[in-house]
């Protein structure tokens, strides 16, 4: 299984910086996700390096092979596409061999190629059906088929589940996580949703305004963030950033980051708080509340009986804080627990 390596690669429109010298690898059958907000560079990456967009600098290599300026034909890989790109007026056979005809692939290999993806996304009942006939979980399947028969040892995706509702989202998490492991394929999987990016990752590059701000696995995204921006990218609800001036008690000149599940509701000690609004979520509820100026949210587990307005104490454990350098944003420390983790894991 190939690699992929990008070096230095940047992206220009006019003066305008879409990628700006970012650099990763990722490992032969690895499946990595580019994260991060609407028009933090992910997609063009993605681009780039399926050849759709012209390099301004850098390089390209998947394998031992330099694809910098190759066309995308020549690159080896298959891509899956946000919107699935399928042609209406094809069936499903039609539509998932397509591109072994327009490579003139012998029949019989082609009628095996097509066998195998149908029985390996469950599309046997379906292959003389048009995508009018489909829902959007089985057209997204005809996508993925029409992936696989082209066989090739990387797979680039562009946001493919955006378009399905939050159960079939999850459902086809773990298909596409199943089958990329399955077929041993080096996936790179770009999407905004960090639910996606966490659950099926190996890798997680999450970008920033054209940048890499942390490139590294899920849990250490989670666990140790290297940047604010990580701090309050990851999570659900994300990290509290604090300025500690505004925590008399832990003022230290630093930005702190806390996690809403690290915070307890205590009946004495802790922090004075107040109760701004309240999400009841069952397993859990979500308090959002103020110190002062600064906003807090907490996570606790269950239902709590408070209302809005009410008066609450809040309090933490140290070895759950992170510590950020306040004008450049960057990590400072470790929490304990996160090094007890790696200690221990």
Not at 1 to 17: F, N, S
Not at 75 to 94: C, D, G, I, K, W
Not at 146 to 156: D, G, M
Not at 163 to 187: F, S, V, Y
Request: aromatic share 4%; net charge neutral; glycine share 8%.
């Amino acid at each position: 299984m190939p690699e992929i390596r990008v070096e230095d690669l940047t992206k220009r429109w006019g003066k305008t910086v879409a990628v700006d010298q970012i650099s990763f690898t990722i490992a032969d059958g690895a499946f990595a996700v580019l994260l991060g907000p609407s028009g933090c560079g992910k997609s063009t990456t993605l681009r780039l390096i399926a050849g759709l967009d012209r390099v301004s600098e850098g390089r390209i290599i998947i394998g031992d092979q330099d694809v910098t300026h190759r066309p995308p034909s020549k690159r080896a890989l298959s891509m899956v596409f946000q919107n699935y790109a399928l042609f209406p007026h094809l069936s499903v056979t039609e539509n998932i061999a397509f591109g072994l005809r327009v490579r003139r692939v012998p029949a019989k290999e082609r009628q095996e190629r097509l066998q195998r993806a149908a029985d390996l996304l469950g599309l046997g009942d379906l292959m003389e059906r048009k995508p009018s006939q489909l829902s959007g979980g089985q057209q997204q399947r005809v996508a993925l088929g029409r992936a696989i028969v082209a066989e090739s040892k990387v797979c680039l995706m562009d946001e493919p589940l955006s378009n399905l509702d939050a159960k079939l989202r999850n459902e086809m998490r773990r298909e596409i996580r199943d089958l990329q492991q399955r077929l041993g394929m080096t996936m790179l999987y770009v999407t905004h949703d960090q639910a996606e990016a966490m659950s099926m990752a190996d890798q997680v590059i999450l970008l920033n305004h054209g940048r890499i701000e942390q490139d590294a696995r899920p849990a250490a995204l989670y666990n140790q963030p290297a940047t604010m921006f990580t701090a309050g990218f990851i999570g659900t609800p994300p990290m509290n950033v604090i300025d500690s001036a505004a925590l008399p008690s832990r003022d230290d000149g630093d930005t702190l980051g806390i996690r809403p599940e690290a915070i307890k509701l205590v009946d004495e000690g802790g922090i004075a708080a107040v109760v701004d609004a309240i999400e009841y979520l069952g397993a859990d509820t979500i308090l959002s509340c103020h110190v002062g100026t600064q906003a807090l949210l907490v996570r606790h587990p269950g239902e709590v009986l408070f209302d809005k307005g009410d008066s609450v104490r809040l309090d933490w454990d140290k070895d759950a804080e992170h510590r950020f350098e306040r004008k450049s944003g960057q990590r400072l420390t470790t929490p304990a627990s996160a090094i007890n983790e790696r200690m221990t894991g």
